[in-house]
Each structure stands twice: as structure tokens, then as C-alpha cells.
């Protein structure tokens, strides 16, 4: 079923990007070559931005659409990478720390490519959503997609409400563990007031992400949230070698099966990061081109975390198994205090994209969605981030809370749910046949597909949500019973005693 364009609809749209249509006629769309589902496609895109559109239709050139309105197909790659690897990057040296070399490295891999195969997943579970929608004819305009939304209209209800519960719960912790590294880290520069203190100004920073409307509104912050998080990598990983190996160093992890088990859990969490995938999406222009981006991203991402832990679990050894922040046990210094930094406006960033989400979400349950103001829907968006802000001040657990959230939430959100929905959708062989994404090219069979799926869907629950689950929760509980629910300073060093005459000195 071929949709034909509504021409009181495009008589409405500027003059830009009428050209735009008639310019990318002919290419590559969802479920059909046809110019007129591209037509759609285009005509369907998310509301929010139309004004900057506008402006850059009438003057030819916007500054402002060039750093603030993207859709391209490297837009989605920057804000995949950049979201995937945050906070995450200085706990990792620290899962090594409780897994040994060996281990680290391999369930970096495994887990890098298992994620990007569930990516892909779920990319085509929205291809194959969004297709049959464009047949019933039914407009997206002022609509973002959503994950849970897919799993209804492919699926039905039960299946909404599972993805809709998963999904909010890993990207509410998401949110709450940014800002517990923010104030993790800005601790490193300035000590004088606790973690605590910190949480409650960054929670008041984040807050500002409301005014960002959707992910076509972060093509800037992508970009440099990216090079933020390359350059903290690549400072851990040289500043490490340089300081060389500890006097005494040992390196004697895995010592115990609830630390082993923690720590695969953090990397499983680190790869999990494709809670956003549907939104994602839908802010590109076209796309269809996103199913191999998040394995591009990863791959990147893999220059950076493997390097980066290797190093630093190498010069530091067991002295991390105390430390989950690897920027504890680095001397200070200028390049230090820049990567510090970098990753408080980096966390902004991934708050942003952990949040936004969660922002679309409120405003479809009270009707607020279509509306275009950017100052009313930043009021009505408010109240997401005061529940964030408070679990952040209970549960301040840098490093052992990533571990509780990659079992619990991770497995089920980003592996568990879309594995099994693949199947589901596409277990019939009218499905299959009628499919607008047929098997990728290095697997062209159903039959492996649904193997792959299976197989990650069980390791998945033993290992993540099993093993990683009792791990990850004894850890957690042990952290708690040690610091106490609303640490006000969550391993800070103790202070030494006054010297006489002299200031309070505290120990890095």
C-alpha cells in the first residue's frame, strides 16, 4: 500500500523544505523506494524544531539550526557514542579490580557486540512499527515514538506495560547515577563541601535540561560531550602508564564470586546504554540508516574503555577494590582537574539524555505533549527531577550502584524485553514474509536469528539478572550497612587531625 502525500498538509510546509522533498525523491525509505513514503516520513518528523526549520528556510544559512537542530545519520552515531559511555568510564578500572584483566577485557567485548545486536533489534522493531503505521496512514507530527509505544502496536498492552516499566526505572537510576558521579568527582577538585552538598547543586544544574526539547536538539552537546569523555579516557590511560605501578602492587581479583559477579554486571550496564534507541530514531531525518550506528559507536567506545581500565587496573591493582572512582587514586594535577571537568559537563549531557525520555513520557500521561512552548513544557517537566535529585541524596553509592542497575533493570530493559519481542513479532511466516527489515546480511536466516536471541535472552537472565542480581544487591547492602542510607560523604578520605598551628590537611 503505497500513502500519498496530503497536499493541504504540504502546502503548509516552507519553501526549504518543499526543495528538500523534491531534492531526496527516490531514495532509500522505510518498507518502500516509493517518493512519496519519503514524502511522509518527512511531513511525520517530530514537531519541535519546526521554527528553527522555518528560519533556516528563509535566510539560507541558521546558525542556530547548525548547532542546535539535527536529524543526520552522524548525529545519531555522536549521541550514541557520547551516551554510552559516561560516568561508567572511571568505575570500569574498578570492575577489573573484581574480575582480573582477563575477565574484564573479554566481557568487554562480549557484552560491546551482545548490546549492539539488541540495538539493532530494536531498531528494526521500530522500522517494522513505524511501516505499518505509514499503511494505516497514521501522522507523527507533534508525536515522538517511544520504546513502549512500538511494543504496543506490535505486540499489545501487556507487552506496553512491561517495556514502559522497565524503561523508566533504567533511565530514573540512569539519571540518579549522573548526578552521584557528579558529585564523586567534583569532590577530587574541591573538597571543602561534602558529596552530599554537591549532589544537591548539580541536582539544581540537570534541572536546566527541561529547555532541551528532543535528541535533534543535542547535535552540539553530542559532539562535545564525545570529545569530553575521549579526552578523560585518554588522560586515565597515559597519566596511569606514566605514574607507573604501586610499590607492592597485586593484582589477585577474581577472589570472590559476589565480586566477579559485580563486577561483569557494571560492563554489562556500560553496553546497555540503548534505552533511548527509539527516540533516537525517530529525531533522524531517515532512520533506516541508524541499524549498524550503535555498532559503530561501540567499537569506538571499545578505543576508549579498554585502554583506559587495562591501564589503570595495571598500575593500581586491589588498592581499586576500595576506590570505585579511578580518579581517586590519580595525583593531581592540571590534567586531572580538566578531566574532572569535562566529566561534570559531560554528566549534564547524559543526565539530559537519560532524562528526556522520561520528560516525553510525563507529558503524554498529562496531555502535554503537542505543545510547542519551550518554557511551558520546561515548567511541566520539572517535577521528573525532583524524584531523581532525592534517590541520588539516598543512595549516593558511586560504582556499586551501576552494578544494581545493570542486573535489575539493564538485563530486562535492553536485552531480555527486545530479544523476546523480536521473536513474538515475527514468529508467524506472514510476519516474516511481510517484514520491512529482512535478516542482516552476515546472519540471512530467521532460524539464526531467533537462536541468537534465545541464547542472549537466557545468558542474559542467568548471568545479568541471576547471578549479577545477588552479587550487585549483597555489594549494595554491604555498602549500606558500612556508610548508611544518605551517606553525606560517600568514601571521602578521613580528615587528619588538625596539625598545631597549621590548617586541616586532607590526604589524595
Known amino acids: 500500500m503505497r500513502l500519498r502525500p496530503n497536499p493541504a498538509r504540504s502546502s503548509l510546509l516552507p ?24 514524502r511522509e516520513e518527512l511531513e511525520q518528523s517530530i514537531g519541535v524544531g519546526e521554527e ?20 543526520s ?10 551516551n554510552q559511555v559516561a560516568q561508567v568510564l572511571l568505575t570500569l578500572p574498578y570492575s577489573f579490580s573484581q574480575m582480573g584483566m582477563a575477565s574484564g577485557v573479554i566481557l568487554q567485548i562480549f557484552y560491546g557486540f551482545m548490546g549492539s545486536w539488541t540495538a539493532y533489534l530494536i531498531s528494526v522493531l521500530y522500522i517494522e512499527y513505524r511501516s505499518r503505521k505509514e499503511k494505516e496512514n497514521v501522522s507523527f507530527e507533534n508525536h515522538i515514538i517511544q520504546w513502549f509505544e512500538v511494543l504496543d502496536g506490535l505486540l499489545g498492552p501487556t507487552s506496553k506495560a512491561i517495556g514502559l516499566a522497565f524503561n523508566c526505572s533504567l533511565l530514573l537510576f540512569g539519571s540518579v547515577i549522573q548526578l552521584i558521579a557528579c558529585a564523586s568527582n ?22 536546566t535540561t527541561v529547555f532541551i526539547p528532543s535528541y535533534q536538539n543535542y547535535r552540539v552537546w553530542s559532539f562535545l560531550g564525545l570529545g569530553m569523555t575521549t579526552y578523560t ?6 597519566s596511569a602508564v606514566v605514574h607507573g605501578q604501586v610499590d607492592g602492587v597485586t593484582h589477585s581479583g577474581p577472589t570472590k564470586p559476589v565480586l566477579y559477579f559485580t563486577g561483569a554486571t557494571n560492563i554489562l550496564y556500560t553496553f546497555g546504554g540503548h534505552a533511548i534507541t527509539v527516540e533516537i530514531m525517530h529525531a533522524m531525518w531517515k532512520p533506516q540508516k541508524f541499524k ?95 524524584p531523581i535529585w532525592f534517590l541520588a541524596i539516598i543512595f549516593p553509592f558511586f560504582g556499586p550502584i551501576n552494578s544494581a542497575v545493570g542486573a535489575l533493570l539493564v538485563s530486562f530493559a535492553v536485552y531480555i524485553v527486545p530479544t523476546v519481542a523480536h521473536i513474538l513479532t515475527f514468529r508467524t511466516p506472514a510476519a516474516r514474509q511481510n517484514a520491512a527489515e529482512k535478516p542482516p546480511f552476515f546472519l540471512p536466516s530467521w532460524t539464526g536469528m531467533f537462536v541468537l536471541n534465545v541464547f542472549i535472552a537466557g545468558w542474559v537472565l542467568v548471568v545479568g539478572f541471576g547471578l549479577g542480581g545477588w552479587s550487585s544487591i549483597a555489594n549494595l547492602v554491604k555498602q549500606v550497612d558500612t556508610f548508611g542510607l544518605f551517606a553525606k560523604c560517600y568514601q571521602c578520605p578521613k580528615r587528619q587531625p588538625r596539625p598545631a598551628g597549621g590548617p586541616q590537611q586532607l590526604p589524595h
Open 233 to 238: 579516557a585518554w588522560y586515565l590511560t597515559i
Open 52 to 71: 528553527e526549520q522555518k528560519a533556516a528556510g528563509a535566510n539560507g544559512f541558521s546558525l542556530k539550526s547548525l548547532l542546535w537542530h539535527g536529524g
Open 292 to 386: 549498524y550506528l550503535y555498532l559503530l559507536a561501540t567499537l569506538y567506545v571499545f578505543t576508549l574503555t579498554l585502554p583506559s581500565a587495562a591501564t589503570v587496573y595495571w598500575a593500581f591493582g586491589d588498592q581499586l577494590l576500595t576506590h570505585s572512582n579511578a580518579f581517586s587514586l590519580l595525583p593531581r594535577s592540571g590534567w586531572r582537574d580538566v578531566a574532572v571537568i569535562l566529566m561534570l559537563i559531560h554528566q549534564f549531557i547524559t543526565f539530559g539524555f537519560a532524562c528526556t525520555p522520561l520528560y516525553f513520557v510525563w507529558e503524554k500521561l498529562i496531555g502535554m505533549h503537542g505543545t510547542k512552548s519551550i518554557f511551558l513544557r520546561a515548567v511541566v517537566r520539572l517535577p521528573v527531577v525532583v
Open 73 to 82: 545519520a552522524w548525529d545519531a552515531w555522536f549521541s550514541c557514542a557520547s
Open 15 to 38: 519553501r526549504k523544505r518543499k526543495e528538500m522533498l523534491q531534492q531526496m525523491q527516490g531514495a532509500e525509505v522505510i518498507g518502500s523506494s516509493s517518493s512519496s513514503t519519503l
Open 186 to 207: 567534583i569532590y577530587y577538585i574541591n573538597d571543602r563541601l561534602d558529596k552530599r552538598t554537591w549532589t544537591y547543586i548539580f541536582g539544581a544544574c540537570c534541572a
